[in-house]
């Protein structure tokens, strides 16, 4: 058992290693604005790092902005005085549909309704 604890532990070390690595030539490649290459192929060069870092940011503001959207509909159903406890549950479920609320969000928020 011990020689497989090690054996992972020195596959954890290589891993870590590697990742160190890599991020040590994007930020080189980022800071002096320069492509690094090993053996022809290219590493790290900063259009990509700016290409990632661009997704990144795109990708957090649609998940934000797709929270945003959750929320305001959540606490329009909810606050609704003109339909009853069932076609909000209804309504609650149709979100869960389109994927923005979670199985256990839209149980939750079931149950708080049903009180």
């Known amino acids: 058992m011990e020689g497989i604890s090690v054996f992972f532990f020195v596959i954890f070390l290589l891993g870590a290693m590697f990742l160190f ?3 040590m030539y ?10 690094i290459t090993y053996r022809g192929s290219s590493i790290a060069d900063p259009d990509t ?3 990632i870092s661009s997704l990144i940011k795109n990708k957090s503001i649609e998940v934000v902005d797709k929270l945003k959207i ?3 509909q959540v606490i329009e159903i909810i606050e609704n ?3 009853d406890k069932v076609a909000k549950v209804q309504k609650l ?3 869960k549909e389109k ?3 979670t199985e256990e969000e ?3 928020l079931k149950k708080e309704l049903l009180k």
């Open 99 to 101: 994927g923005l609320l």
């Open 93 to 95: 479920a149709e979100l």
């Open 26 to 35: 994007a930020l080189i490649a980022k800071v002096f604005n320069t492509r």
């Open 106 to 108: 839209f149980v939750q």
């Open 81 to 83: 005085k003109s339909i």
């Open 70 to 72: 959750k929320k305001q």
């Open 49 to 51: 790092l700016n290409m």
């Open 21 to 23: 690595m890599f991020l």
